[in-house]
């Protein structure tokens, strides 16, 4: 009653302007989005917030917007990302997740996986010319989740897909094996947050990286555990023939 009594109230203030990121609710802090309506956790939001927007659109303040339930992420400063060349903001919440691995050797320590991710960035930025590394985020055996470019920037991982989805990979080469308990928790706990968060759709499509090209990758052994996931949807590409023989395309790399 109490938490209703709170919502009225702030409906009935007159609260104008777009500044729906920057308002501090009374119990759920800075932590509003301006999203669809059917896109709000609980339908808990504020309507004249996001005055600029379509009618569809407020501002959203339900209480699973909030980190509470999000894993912890490395962030870029925390492993020592190179700053990017340029940024390109993407449209959230996004409809895809693509899931990737990097191929190579895998990372069972935060040190070590701290070193394929300095690895990662510069093979995608010094060799493939890229802006910055190309993964949304990747995800180590150690657990651990790591930024790349993160949840609002275009990120380049899949061709056709990159401004509409969200790639996470996993740190090493799954064609024989799946991923550690460790990394497919910490990958699904990110998607997880991620919809919390207003960044991925609650309707979002899950995909494997050969689903959308002609590429081996995540890897026979992880696909075949993503396509157990309930959000997974197969597709049938009629404008390429698959050829699966081929790695993870842009990431052909030994072992570092």
């Known amino acids: 009653m109490l938490l209703l009594f709170v919502i009225t109230a702030l409906l009935v203030t007159p609260i104008t302007g777009d500044s729906c990121e920057s308002y501090n609710h009374p119990q759920y802090g800075k932590t509003g989005r301006c999203i669809k309506t059917s896109n709000c956790p609980g339908g808990l939001y504020i309507s004249n917030l996001c005055e600029s927007k379509p009618n569809d659109i407020k501002c959203c303040f339900a209480s699973s917007t909030s980190t509470a339930n999000c894993p912890s992420i490395v962030t870029r400063s925390g492993w020592g990302a190179r700053a990017a060349k340029s940024k390109t903001a993407m449209t959230t919440p996004v409809p895809y997740v693509v899931i990737h691995h990097t191929t190579g050797g895998t990372c069972t320590t935060k040190s070590a996986c701290i070193t394929k991710m300095k690895g990662f960035q510069n093979y995608h930025m010094d060799s493939n010319g890229w802006a910055d590394i190309g993964y949304s985020f990747l995800v180590g055996e150690d657990g651990n989740i790591y930024e790349g470019r993160g949840w609002t920037y275009v990120g380049a991982h899949t061709y056709g897909y990159n401004s509409k989805s969200i790639g996470i990979s996993v740190i090493g080469d799954y064609t024989s094996r799946k991923p550690n308990a460790a990394a497919i928790n910490a990958v699904k706990a990110l998607i997880k947050c991620g919809v919390s968060k ?18 081996a990758c995540p890897g026979n052994s992880f696909y075949n555990e993503i396509k157990k996931w309930n959000n997974y949807r197969s597709l049938v590409r009629s404008d390429m023939g698959p050829s699966f023989n081929v790695p993870e395309d842009y990431l052909v790399m030994q072992d570092m």
């Open 198 to 215: 207003g960044h991925i759709k609650s309707s979002y499509i899950l995909r494997g990286h050969r689903d959308l090209d002609s590429t």
